[in-house]
């Protein structure tokens, strides 16, 4: 009798997570959602694998993510392997023409295991890598960094076709300057580019973070929700500080921009993505715009 009552009490459970995810599923069929998968998380096949489930199931369930990823580990361990010397100008890593070429081949080789891992879960997805796709347009940042670029325009049209086909796009942290040159891109930089270029309802940076925590070392003091002016409160109160005062106003920027929310989570958290976005609490981080003086509450 217990084990009958167990049994049942875990299908409601189900069921009411079901139910709870129905208006977020609801509001965002057939919008776009980027996300931005980088760090550990590639490299840890269980953890890469239960990430991309989420994203086939976004996209079963008529949500159109868009994948951009980051260069991962490999890149600075082939760099090792050629002996290359690694250089900096201003604090940025400088990329010549022999390290763009380890970048292009490590990327290149990443970007097809990504694609080939959403397939074997049941997904569909197609990898933009230039020069052969030119998803994201940019520009040379500074002479002194080489071979390193800034997105300036992004092929919507390209990444609209392939998503209401039922694919995933799979973008790489590169861009193109002209036809042929290809330039090493920061994976934060293209993926804000393409949610502002898609009019993303939602931009999801997946590392290994949970969030915004009030202290970094408590996972307990994670910020549920941020406005703008809320994140630069806690700056100037120094609860922010190091490299995440970069990412959050470039998110901030993001908003401006046309993107619904943006959203920080830890991707090696099962199936932190469908929570993020399916239930009410979610599990991470939440940028919102400021409400206005008189708003409904928001869904999602």
Known sequence: MNHHRSADLTATAKATILIEALPYIKRFHHQFVVVKLSGQPIEDAQILDNFLLDLVWLEQVGVRPILVHGGGA?????????QLEVRFHGGRRVTDAPAMAVVAREVERLN??????????????????????????????????????????????????????????????????GDELVLNTNADDVALAVAR????????????????LRDPTDPSTRISSLTPSQVRHLVSERVIQGGMIPKLESCLA????????????????????????????????????????VSEPQVG
């Open 197 to 212: 270029g898609m009019n993303a309802e939602k931009l999801v940076f997946c590392s290994n973070v949970p969030g915004v």
């Open 254 to 293: 993001a908003l401006v921009g046309g993107v619904g929310k943006i959203h920080i989570i830890d991707a090696a958290a099962p199936h932190s993505l469908l929570l993020e976005i399916f239930t009410n609490d979610g599990v991470g981080t939440e940028l919102i715009p400021e409400p206005s003086p």
């Open 112 to 177: 097809a295991h990504l694609v080939n891992r959403l397939f074997a879960l049941g997904g569909a997805a197609i990898g933009l890598v230039p020069p052969r796709h030119r998803p994201v347009s940019g520009e040379r940042r500074d002479p002194e960094l080489g071979l390193v670029g800034t997105p300036t325009h992004i092929d919507r049209e390209r990444i609209l076709r392939y998503a209401s086909r039922g694919l995933i796009p799979v973008v790489p942290p590169l861009s193109c300057e």
């Open 74 to 82: 490999s890149i600075t361990r082939a760099m090792a392997e050629a």
